[in-house]
């Protein structure tokens, strides 16, 4: 148990829809980053946050938005969804900025149909 | 920007060692980490190098060549559980964690 929280494990809802999913970091971790894993892909980084300021965005697109709140809970929003977001998402941790080991939740499974 | 190339996938019998190589392009170097990921599960954190050199933990060990953009990944006596993805992901002074694809790595008994 990486101590890394992520709500829902599994999500199906149709294109056009939006959603959002949740993660809890490890306690005292102050960054947050979300990765998008689509099949037998590699994880591609979209956003970063440490104590509730974005640091570092990705290839994000603009349909996905992201924030971290004064808890240190983060929410990553998907709108107008297309059969393409379909993807493991991962919500990482880590305890300081740059040079430290992140620690993953178990991932959001998102289907588009 | 930051860049990182790996080979896509491995083979290797078990007992045997292997070697997963990494070239990595990245301004602002911040430290290269090694991660494994077995099939649909989150990737563990194997090893981090910031320094050149060598760093040994049990049957894994990474190595680290600043100046030629570089590591490796060894894995020593490999057991059929070692069967899984090898991410090398690296920071920038920016602050990005950006991964490589991952070499898929299957040990045969």
Known sequence: DSGVTQTPKHLIT???QRVTLRCSPRSGDLSVYWYQQSLDQGL???IQYYNGEERAKGNILERFSAQQF???H?????SSLELGDSALYFCASSARLGGAELFFGE???LTVL | GQNIDQPTEMTATEGAIVQINCTYQTSGFNGLFWYQQHAGEAPTFLSYNVLDGLEEKGRFSSFLSRSKGYSYLLLKELQMKDSASYLCATTSGTYK???GTGTRLK???
């Open chain 2, 107 to 109: 040990v045969l008994a």
């Open chain 1, 107 to 109: 991932g959001s499974r």
């Open chain 1, 74 to 78: 983060s929410e990553l929003n998907l």
């Open chain 2, 97 to 99: 964690y950006i991964f």
């Open chain 1, 70 to 72: 004064p808890d240190l």
């Open chain 1, 44 to 46: 591609q980084f979209l």
């Open chain 1, 14 to 16: 149709a294109t056009g």
